[in-house]
């Protein structure tokens, strides 16, 4: 999956595969996470948000089934 880098305090690159509703965050300390069954609004919420970082807090962390891969 290719993931596009974005300005946030939080979060290195976003990536998402919309055949598999699959998130894919870097965040800057390096961790890589992948989030499941996630809609594409919800990645384009994340993608055009003013703070992503707020944006994942408040819209993905805790709700949606992950997978921690680096």
Known sequence: MIRQPVRSS???SIGYDSDSQTLEIE???GSVYLYFDV???VHAGLMNASSH???FHQHI???Y???HIQ
């Open 39 to 41: 809609p594409s609004s």
């Open 10 to 12: 939080t979060i290195a």
């Open 65 to 67: 089934r992950f997978d």
């Open 61 to 63: 962390r805790n709700r």
């Open 27 to 29: 965040f800057l300390n």
């Open 53 to 55: 970082g707020k944006y």
